[in-house]
């Protein structure tokens, strides 16, 4: 069926370090995934997308994976800063701009 | 640019009421959907719109909510009546495209709470 999950609620990391953020999907169909970002009291911000027939893309310090294989997905972002404090989403499209949310990793930062 | 615009922020009422809430989308992006936030989980798609006319409803509970989208600008997501499980932040979002990456424009949300 349609589902998005991620392997770890939360994640905590030293500021400067880099994070890496994991997501498994079930639907072979998906045509994109993509990452979102929600801070406290806000609605998700759109960070990056990756069509389904490639394995990487790249983005200003963020970097997703896709592999297909396994049908795991994951963010990197690099240098993490405190302003990457939030809970990130990885979502999975499936036809015309319906997507698919997972249930969230909540990243925190130590100073 | 103006982003997607949402009211009331809050809202508390009690179980059996009813509410509303409104959105409206940034200028130009002819699709909009409502999704339902429930606490520690992911946004849930309730209602897509496309223009004024219904894209995708299968997930909204149509014995409570209903959503309309006149004049394919604004929307209105009506909840008669509230039940306890209906505590949830719902979220706005528009897209420009009706095909596209999946890059959609949220809201703040709308938190509401059913006591």
């Known amino acids: 069926g349609e589902s998005v999950g991620l392997h770890l609620p939360t994640l905590s990391v030293q500021e400067g370090d880099n994070s890496i953020i994991n997501c498994a999907y079930s639907?072979?169909?998906?045509?994109?995934f993509i990452w979102y970002k929600q801070e406290s009291g806000k609605g998700p911000q759109f960070i990056i997308d990756?069509?389904?027939?490639?394995d990487k893309r790249q983005g200003q310090r963020v970097t997703v994976l896709l592999n297909k294989t396994v049908k795991h997905l994951s963010l990197q972002i690099a240098a993490t800063q405190p302003g990457d404090s939030a809970v990130y989403f990885c979502?999975?499209?499936?036809?015309?701009?319906?997507?698919?949310f997972g249930q969230g990793t909540r990243l925190t930062i130590n100073p | 640019e103006a982003g997607v615009a949402q009211s009331p922020r809050y809202k508390i009422i009690e179980k059996r009421q009813s509410v509303a809430f409104w959105c409206n989308p940034i200028?130009?992006?002819?699709?909009l959907y409502w999704y339902q936030q429930i606490l520690g989980q992911g946004p849930k798609l309730l209602i897509q719109?496309?223009?004024?006319?219904?894209?995708?409803d299968s997930q909204l509970p149509k014995d409570r909510f209903s959503a309309e989208r006149l004049k394919g600008v604004d929307s209105t997501l009506k909840i008669q009546p509230a039940k306890l499980e209906d505590s949830a932040v719902y979220l706005c979002?528009?897209?420009?495209?009706?095909?596209?990456?999946?890059?959609?424009?949220f809201g703040e949300g709308s938190r509401l709470t059913v006591l």
């Open positions: 990756i069509r389904s027939n490639m």
């Open positions: 979502a999975e499209k499936l036809g015309a701009q319906k997507l698919v």
């Open positions: 979002a528009s897209s420009p495209a009706v095909i596209g990456t999946g890059e959609l424009f």
């Open positions: 719109f496309q223009n004024n006319g219904v894209v995708d």
């Open positions: 200028s130009g992006h002819a699709t």
């Open positions: 639907n072979s169909a998906s045509d994109y």
